[in-house]
């Protein structure tokens, strides 16, 4: 039987005190400005290579943008190697790969996760031809259709450099999220996923860099205040 614990990687849910969570609502603020008077409603995370903690960035600020009394969804758009479903333990049989062949409903696809207060459409069945179905106008029309229903659409999408999908996904949306872990990602491989980002005329926020360890010290504790 599995477990029902919530996930360690969760841990703006988990422990929102801890100096980590506040890195995250620190990035919530920053997107919330970056765009000026346009907000940022459509954000797609992706990382350069596999294993740079992208899926764990995209649950987390979902986390603290739902804290914040937003309305989030999370869409899985990594058709290769989708991951959401199973931080959340939900069903995959509908998903993403179900909407954009037209077989289901966009509610039938929609999952809420009560305990945290926002809403996941998964990957569904991984598909034969994941760029294929991403770079469809079914797919434009439906990130279209979350951004009317929620404040924030949050899209989780596969490493730049092994494939395209994310860059075929940067054009949809209103500004991409690059994810880079400290110690794992060459320099030159982030300076390549920068370049075609930007040569599909991708709108870079920014980036956010993992596993930068950090003197404990350099952070004031709140929590007796």
Do not use: W
Request: glycine share 6%.
């Amino acid at each position: 039987m599995k477990s029902r614990k919530t996930p360690s990687k969760l841990i703006c849910h988990v422990n929102p005190k801890s100096p980590i969570s506040e890195a995250y609502r620190t990035l919530r603020t920053n997107i919330q400005f970056v765009g000026g008077p346009k907000k940022i409603h459509l954000l797609m995370i992706t990382s350069a290579v596999p294993g740079e903690g992208k899926t764990t960035t995209v649950t987390n600020l979902a986390i603290v943008m739902a804290q914040a009394g937003k309305r989030v969804v999370v869409v899985d758009g990594d058709l290769r190697k989708p991951a959401i479903h199973r931080i959340f333990r939900l069903p995959n049989h509908v998903g993403l790969t179900s909407l954009l062949r037209q077989e289901v409903q966009l509610s039938d696809a929609v999952q809420n996760i009560p305990l945290i207060g926002f809403d996941v459409v998964p990957s569904g069945p991984v598909p034969p031809n994941p760029t294929e179905l991403l770079s469809t106008e079914t797919m434009r029309e439906l990130l279209e259709r979350l951004k009317d229903q929620y404040d924030i659409v949050l899209l989780d999408t596969p490493p730049i450099l092994p494939v395209t999908d994310s860059q075929v996904l940067a054009a949809y949306v209103d500004g991409v999220l690059l994810v880079l872990q400290s110690g794992k990602v060459l320099i030159e491989q982030a300076k390549k996923a920068k370049a075609l980002l930007d040569h599909v005329g991708a709108n870079v926020i920014g980036s956010v860099l993992n596993n930068k360890k950090v003197d404990r010290d350099s952070y004031y504790d709140y929590s007796h205040d």
